[in-house]
């Protein structure tokens, strides 16, 4: 694409996006690209993971050409700096996603004791699912059964009870595989106390040791506080459905309110969405010229509304500036997770209302309206009741919306998916054994401006489904693709033969969306479900994993557990480890043995894209498949 | 002193650490010195808070002289960033301190289900009073109670209790202070786990709302996890009672098997103090030529075995090296934090043995032997039997112990001064009243190599008790004022008259060694039941703290807990905080309001010793006492 704003090097495959830049160039409001290019050159020694700052004596870097110094003050070498850094990032992702969980269940507990106006139980199959599963007994009414399961996962974070009940939804050789490396993950919150402690000065000096706790912490992450989000926010606002929705930044609507909600938590956001419906408040926008209400999407809490609602979603990560710059939002609502700080002084530039939601989330030149459980449903009114005021401060002559939105299909939860195949797993693995569907393979992670926006996403995944690969997405991924129009049924035609055959038959696109970041439990649920219904682990299936475009220490934790579980996870942008030769190595080759599964990294999504082919024919060619 | 290997710097203030420095450097080994020496200059942007490295579109830094880039790639300023590093430490401090307390509540529990031979209820009055503060039924045998006692704090690290029990040992009106702060802490890895969640990207974004939280978190840590590990320890282990001993290298003897018990734990050192004590081994020792089996303490560990068994102090941080490098020592036996790296190196040049035995801590070069509540004796007793075996392997022309010991008195648990008083804190807050004791203030933290060994503390110490100051001391601060003679009896000598004529009448040193760095818990224990007892907030009475060497995250939770319990602290070395003016002011000045208490750094301890006596009459004044 020539993009007159950068002609060597355009910042984003897509058209919304470079012409939003233009816009922020052109009114001298700057963006995430202004201030990565302001940061470079980045420091080396950080990019290696070669500088320590854990204690005071520090900080500490070690020279990466081999000239003094080797150690930091402490004595700790290269690979004992590099392990620690990188195990803190994959604690503080471990932490992210499960004090989102946390989040949840808590809401699960106020509404079960009726104190939560606005929330409910929205699928009852799921909760009496999840309750038998925690052994809550069945006779119990739902409230009654809802408050002893929140206070059953809750236990999940603590340290009395010693394992992680989803855990059981694994097959046996598959934790046996944990035992024996000591990382069956056990409270939630401990694992992330433990690595923080072991990664204190003068406590554990070992790579190995370190990353194999890292392992744990990850697990308790998938296995525990990220399941917990996905399985209890089901229960609260129901298991996704296909739906049927749009994307891009023409999901904005020049002639209605606009309110954009942005962030992880599908708790106010919901809220919001149902008080968008009150006719009171569509009355009062139409009063002041507005043709309707308009909620759209961003990042993660998009992905929540769009998967249960079919809310349209206007963008992913690199996109949460450049919706603001649209001079089309009357209200920006964010919770927490992926907000740039930066949201406050771009708000400001135009009518915008930026509003935090969280406690545990301000933001600067926001307004702050912390949630609660108990004043949620009124929060999401006077969020929506504000909005449609603002529109009338709207300036029209400084709004563009550049595109018309793209259509897509999302909403594929695991129990859509066996639904759809008849209550059983056989129809897809027979599929899979007869070489149609080659494998599945999970694309998701986030955007990173060093890499070229969706690109790494795109690409990847059109050499993935042209190779009769099933894509499971989540995340930003899930937005990149359904804006290159891989979401819809037409695109089975970008298809392999095999692949294109099965979603026509099916009437399903060759990328399903399941959700958010947290939501990549759904992915390792279906994994885990696939190999219990083959016999096998998981590490013998044909699947593996990409997050092309990853930046957030989340992503660095969902891709450690995905390893664990036995998949292989290709990375776009390479972690900082490359300062440790034994940690570098650990994480691409060390744990093929115990483990199954290793990372890769590969910053060419056409590479990458081999690699995983190559590794999904090997996979079934060792189950006894015909291969390529 | 006139240092000839660092004739305008000396290191330390101490012979014995001078000349076994002179040692190493003529041996061609390398101590922290020369590794500190050679990370000058260090990292500017680091030591500022300036520097980012919390997601992969960074590294990111912010340029302190106000040119480009103010901005990380996020949009985190300066105040943001800051910020967000502190709270990190903060919580790998809370982590470290609570982990250490989570494996004394796990031996608790295994203690109580008979499965950890070498451990018992050694004070079974602390653990019925302990019991009946966590609601544990009175009538209950010792080991039931002690079970259902290790359960009930295993609640304190989940979330489903939502306070922390020891927090009701405090004064109402502080309790109200935090809870109109929002900081009353919750669970202890539920705090953890929180911050290092509101840290990652797009989360808390404001320098007041993410300090706010690292407060609660070091909370977490004094009324919670350090408290539960002292408390419990003393169940284990005995409450300490006053005790002689003997501090500095030369406690190391030139004819005995000598085993070092480093780290911060007394769960393996006890069951090596067990072993010590076989006559089998203390035979085989003879045959071997040895006059005996000697053990000694290093750093917090040596805090534990030194309070409760008056095993003498071979010193503290920065002469964990040196230790080895006598060339005396048969074992060094770890468990966790604060061990350098460097030792395994080190050990390697003699012929000592370098043992690390906890699982979550591996070091380079060590044998690992794992601890676990099941095997503790047997471990230890392995432990003695090899040192006694490896001492036939000695080069005594290798040997060098430089000094002879100095005399202290240790052991001055909240129970020991309570019970020396009468039984009521009377004697003292009159002597308070009076102006006899002007105050106490607690000297504590660490060695670093920014600082002159010692030269902090004990400078600091000298002029507080000059000034009729009652010392509280721990870690290795009280390392360093035994070393200087302030734990003899005669050191009243040193005292101004009013501290001296109390210190003699009641028999006591006018430095009270309360423990190792988890026990800080028992100065806070101290300074709530006079704040009770005077019926005031603990923000009211002449009471400080300081950490003028300080060098661990688990120091910045620490001072950040006691700044947090209204007691006003002073750093000797300067957290990596300049670089946000916002940060840097409410550490200094914004918190006075909400929590009575501030930071301050001041690195000379001559002039800290004026700040903490002007505050100290400052309090006295408020109180309507006689002040200076």
């Known amino acids: 694409m020539d993009h007159p704003a950068s002609p060597d090097k ?3 495959i897509h058209p919304d996006t470079l012409a939003i830049v233009d816009k922020a160039r052109a009114e001298g409001l700057e963006t995430v ?24 004596m520090g900080p500490c870097r070690i020279d990466p050409f081999g000239d003094s110094p080797q150690r930091g003050i402490c004595g700790a070498d290269a690979h004992i700096m590099v392990a620690r850094n990188l195990a803190r990032m994959i604690a503080a992702g471990a932490a992210s996603h499960s004090d989102h969980g946390r989040d949840l269940v808590e809401t699960l507990l106020a509404v079960s004791e009726s104190r939560a106006p606005g929330y409910k139980i929205a699928d009852a199959a799921k909760l009496d699912r999840l309750a038998a599963e925690f052994g809550v007994a069945a006779e119990l009414a739902p409230l009654a059964k809802a408050k002893e399961l929140a206070l059953a996962m809750m236990e999940e974070y603590g340290i ?37 402690h072991r990664t204190h000065m003068g406590v554990d000096n070992d790579p190995v040791n370190l990353l194999v706790q890292a392992l744990r912490v990850a697990l308790s992450d998938g296995w525990g506080g990220s399941m917990i989000a996905t399985e209890v926010s089901d229960i609260l606002f129901g298991t996704p459905q296909p739906v049927a929705s749009q994307v891009n930044l023409g999901v904005l609507k020049a002639d209605q309110v606009n309110i954009i909600l942005h962030g992880h938590s599908p708790l106010v956001s919901d809220t919001v969405a149902q008080a968008a419906q009150d006719p009171q408040l569509l009355a009062r926008a139409r009063e002041l010229g507005a043709a309707g209400l308009n909620l759209v999407g961003l990042c993660c809490t998009g ?10 979603m206007a963008g ?53 309206l912390p949630f609660s459980p108990e004043n949620a449903q009124a929060l999401g009114r006077q969020l929506v009741a504000q909005a449609v005021e603002d529109f009338a401060r709207r300036r029209p002559e400084r709004v563009l919306i550049p595109v018309t939105p793209v259509s897509q299909i999302s909403g594929f939860s695991v129990e859509v998916i066996q639904t759809a195949l008849g209550g059983t797993w056989d129809p897809l693995l027979n599929a899979i054994k007869a070489g149609q569907v080659r494998g599945a393979v999970g694309v998701v992670g986030c955007n990173n401006p060093k890499v070229v926006h969706d690109y790494g996403h795109t690409t990847l995944t059109r050499k993935l489904i ?26 089975a035609a970008l298809a392999g033969p095999g692949l294109r055959a099965v979603c026509q038959a099916l009437g399903i696109p060759p990328v399903l969306h399941m959700g958010s970041c947290v939501d990549n439990t759904r992915i390792i649920n279906l994994v885990a479900a696939l190999a219990q219904a083959l016999g096998v682990d998981l590490d013998q299936l044909p699947v593996a994993a990409a997050a092309p475009e990853w930046y957030s220490e989340k992503a660095a934790t969902i891709a450690s557990y995905a390893v664990a579980c036995g998949i292989y996870t290709v990375l776009g942008v390479t972690p900082p480890v490359l300062g440790s ?33 190559n590794h999904v024919e090997a996979k079934r060619r060792a189950l006894g498949l015909e291969a390529r």
């Open 10 to 12: 355009p910042l984003s």
């Open 581 to 613: 030769s034994a940690v570098t190595d650990l994480l691409l080759n060390g744990l093929q043995g115990p483990l199954g599964a290793t990372f890769a990294v590969e910053p060419d999504p056409a590479k990458a894209a081999d690699l995983i082919i």
């Open 466 to 491: 042209e190779a009769d690969i099933l894509i499971l997405d989540t995340g930003c991924a899930a937005v990149a693709h359904a804006k290159a129009g891989f979401k819809q049924l037409e695109a």
């Open 303 to 312: 992905n929540e509304v769009l998967m249960r609602r079919g809310i349209p």
């Open 160 to 196: 009395k009870k010693g394992y992680l009940t989803f855990t059981r939804r694994l097959p046996a050789a598959r934790l046996e595989k944990w035992r024996t490396l000591g990382i069956e993950p056990r409270g939630i919150d401990w694992e992330v106390t433990e690595m923080m």
């Open 33 to 56: 690209w202004d201030r990565a290019a302001a940061q470079e050159p980045q420091c080396g020694f950080c990019e290696l993971g070669l500088s320590c700052r854990i204690c005071v």
């Open 316 to 368: 992913n990560h690199l996109v949460q500036e450049l919706a603001l710059v649209t001079g089309a939002v009357e209200a920006m609502v964010v919770d927490y997770q992926c907000i740039m700080p930066s949201l406050g002084d771009l708000a400001a530039c135009y009518h915008t209302k930026f509003y935090s939601t969280s406690p545990k989330a301000k933001f600067p030149g926001a307004t702050h």
